[in-house]
Nanobody
Framework: QVQLVESGGGLVQPGGSLRLSCAAS????????MGWYRQAPGKQRELVAD???????VYAASVKGRFTISRDNAKNTVYLQMNSLNSEDTAVYYC???????????????WGQGTQVTVSS
């Protein structure tokens, strides 16, 4: 089994910054990609940013230039630095990790529990 622990959400004023963290642990043989998704009330979950182990990175158009995804491969941890936050960024943010587990060597896709980010004055 693979466990993801997220942290770093909270309440921030418009224009402010937050940094989210997600640490993966458990029966991980290798990680293919790590990313962040978000879901606002009444909306579908959407991709925010994703990065493969090869370094390919994608961002949602709405966050490009404001958010930065990064990884600490030694710690199996992914970060999301969020700057210039606005009210439209208010959502529950979920970490997603895809990889290969052991001993079965089957692929997995695991989700974090979600962390609330609220942008409000």
């Amino acid at each position: 089994q693979v466990q993801l622990v997220e942290s770093g959400g909270g309440l921030v004023q418009p224009g402010g910054s937050l940094r989210l963290s997600c640490a993966a642990s458990g029966s991980i043989l290798r990680i293919y990609a790590m990313g962040w998704y978000r879901q606002a009330p009444g909306k579908q979950r959407e991709l925010v940013a994703d990065q493969t182990s090869g370094g390919t990175t994608v961002y949602a158009a709405s966050v490009k230039g404001r958010f930065t995804i990064s990884r600490d491969n030694a710690k199996n941890t992914v970060y999301l630095q969020m700057n210039s936050l606005n009210s439209e960024d208010t959502a529950v943010y979920y970490c997603n990790v895809r990889g290969q587990g052991y001993p079965t060597q089957g692929d997995f896709s695991s989700w974090g529990q979600g962390t609330q980010v609220t942008v409000s004055s």
